[in-house]
């Protein structure tokens, strides 16, 4: 089932994704509580929302691959220890989104550049991950995704901010 998801993920990048009424609270959770049964037992993970249910339009799977790629980059920070937190927002106008972490931080030097495809921070991987998430967000859910905060060994945080 998960490689039918991963590959479903896939086919959807390039085309234009539709878009219907989901719970993007349900939505977060999922993936989220997929994410902490699988992480090293030295990270705690909190996931708290404002709201019980938030109903807006949302290509589900490409939401929770965005949702995914940030947590998993989260745990590759930490390395073994610390903490992960998705928290859900209501705003005026818009949905916030963030994923935080405790970890090393992105180095000053990369900040501008993170969303530019072939930019990573890691011995292993493509530097897709946040590229893909930015047009994910951006183009296909008319949203925002940035980097809030980063220091060095003092964590990250990202914002997501979809219409309501």
Known sequence: KRLETI?????????LPSLKKTDLVDASKEVFEYLRLRTPKG????????????????????YCWVIENLIKNSI???KDKGLIELQIKEKSKHIEILVQDSGVGIPKKM??????PGITTKKRGWGLGLSLSKRIIEEYHNGKISLQKTAKNNGTCFKIELPS
């Open 43 to 62: 990270i705690e993970m909190h996931f708290s929302s404002q709201t019980q249910k938030k109903v807006i339009l949302l290509n589900r799977e490409l």
């Open 76 to 78: 590759d920070a930490l």
């Open 111 to 116: 900040q501008k550049k993170i969303f530019t």
């Open 7 to 15: 590959t479903h993920r896939f086919s959807k990048i390039g085309s």
